[in-house]
Nanobody
Framework: QVQLVESGGGLVQAGGSLRLSCAASGRTFSNYAMGWFRQAPGKEREFVATISRSGVNTAYTDSAKGRFTISRDNAKNTVYLQMNSLKPEDTAVYFC?????????????????WGQGTQVTVSS
């Protein structure tokens, strides 16, 4: 069992930045590929970014490329999502998720463990 707790969400103006954190506990963090997903009101949950167990490999949805950066610190059992140049369409609840011994995967069904989410609101 892996417990995930997100933090760092909030209200920010368009063009601003936020850094989300996801603290993991319960199992060996470095055994899990990690992902960030988001869900806006009335929409399906969608993939944002993922990072390999070592942190060497990453992947992003097209809308996040060049603006968001996923990273991890295995010594701190934490994964981060640095979000710059935020847009109103980035408004959503952001979730982190863990995939045991998995590689990069954009499909939410492949992630077994999920946090409760943190709200990000970008005003225009």
């Amino acid at each position: 069992q892996v417990q995930l707790v997100e933090s760092g969400g909030g209200l920010v103006q368009a063009g601003g930045s936020l850094r989300l954190s996801c603290a993991a506990s319960g199992r060996t963090f470095s055994n899990y590929a990690m992902g960030w997903f988001r869900q806006a009101p009335g929409k399906e949950r969608e993939f944002v970014a993922t990072i390999s167990r070592s942190g060497v490999n990453t992947a992003y949805t097209d809308s996040a490329k060049g603006r968001f950066t996923i990273s991890r610190d295995n010594a701190k059992n934490t994964v981060y999502l640095q979000m710059n140049s935020l847009k109103p369409e980035d408004t959503a609840v952001y979730f982190c998720a863990a995939r045991y011994y998995g590689g990069l995967d954009v499909r939410s069904i492949e992630y077994r463990y999920w946090g409760q989410g943190t709200q990000v609101t970008v005003s225009s």
